[in-house]
Nanobody, 125 residues
Framework: QVQVAESGGGLVQAGGSLRLSCDVS????????VGWFRQVPGKRREYVAVISWNGNDINYTDSVKGRFTISKDNAKNAVYLQMNSLKPEDTAVYYC??????????????????WGQGTQVTVSS
């Protein structure tokens, strides 16, 4: 059984930083891509960043490039999202997801099969 759990969200002032964690069990992240997505009420969940199973491929949505960094720790089977220079428009529930296929590098939400419950990030102006 695959379990995904996000943590690390909170309330921060604009310009501040947060580090989100994504802990996965039931799938070895040495074989699975992990993606971060976010959602605000009334809108669809949107792609934020992705890291491949071997860490060699990383991609970010344009709005977070230069501010967010995705990384992974295979020993802990976890992925992290370091978020710096946060803006009010970054406010959302952040989710991490794991695709249904091994060694499949994608940022397309519909290819992700396993999701966590999400963690709220609120950035005040």
């Amino acid at each position: 059984q695959v379990q995904v759990a996000e943590s690390g969200g909170g309330l921060v002032q604009a310009g501040g930083s947060l580090r989100l964690s994504c802990d996965v069990s039931g799938r070895s992240l040495t074989a699975y891509t992990v993606g971060w997505f976010r959602q605000v009420p009334g809108k669809r969940r949107e792609y934020v960043a992705v890291i491949s199973w071997n860490g060699n491929d990383i991609n970010y949505t344009d709005s977070v490039k230069g501010r967010f960094t995705i990384s992974k720790d295979n020993a802990k089977n976890a992925v992290y999202l370091q978020m710096n220079s946060l803006k009010p428009e970054d406010t959302a529930v952040y989710y991490c997801g794991v695709p249904g296929r091994q060694k499949y590098y994608t940022g397309r939400e519909n290819q992700y099969e396993h999701w966590g419950q999400g963690t709220q990030v609120t950035v005040s102006s």
